[in-house]
Every structure is written in C-alpha cells, then in structure tokens.
C-alpha cells in the first residue's frame, strides 16, 4: 500500500468514526437524556408510571434510540480497531 493509498484510507476511516460519533451523540442524547428527563419525575413513582403510560410510544422510543446508540457504539469501536490497523 503507497502511502497515498494509506493516507486515503485514514481519512475514510476517519470520516465514518466521525458520523458514528456524531449518530452516537444524536441517539444517545435523546434516548438516555431527554426521555428520561420528560417521563421520570424524582420521588414520585406514581408520576412517573402514569407519564410512562401516558406517552408509551415515547417510552419505545427512548429505549429503541438506547439500543441503537449501544450497537452504534459497537460499530465505532470496529472503525477505530480498523484505523489502528491501517497505520
């Protein structure tokens, strides 16, 4: 591999760590920040039940964004054992 060849397949590497950076941020946020903070009410079980019922299609969401954010994750981890191998 010419080094051009290699610093072309860096900056690949490197452009989708970035996008899986930036959907990990994204789906991460919503779910593990903002769902909770919109349905969990601190000290009220009662509260936060009935918020969850309430908006359960929300509750799905957050919990769908949470899954998508681990496996996110997990492929980003492959980009960068990919980038170190690269160089």
């Known amino acids: 591999m010419t080094r051009e060849e ?3 397949a860096i900056k690949e590497t490197a452009r989708v760590a970035g ?4 959907l990990v941020a994204v789906f991460g946020a919503f779910g ?6 919109v349905l969990i009410v601190p000290g009220d079980a ?3 039940a009935n ?4 908006s359960e299609s929300l509750f799905r969401l ?6 998508i954010s681990q496996t996110v994750q997990i ?3 492959l980009a960068l054992y990919r ?3 690269i160089t």
């Open 19 to 22: 996008f899986l950076y930036l």
């Open 83 to 85: 980038a170190v191998l």
């Open 75 to 77: 492929l980003l981890v």
């Open 51 to 54: 918020n969850i019922l309430a």
């Open 62 to 67: 957050g919990i769908v964004s949470a899954l």
């Open 6 to 8: 290699e610093a072309s």
């Open 32 to 37: 593990l920040v903002y769902v909770p903070s």
């Open 46 to 48: 009662a509260t936060t």
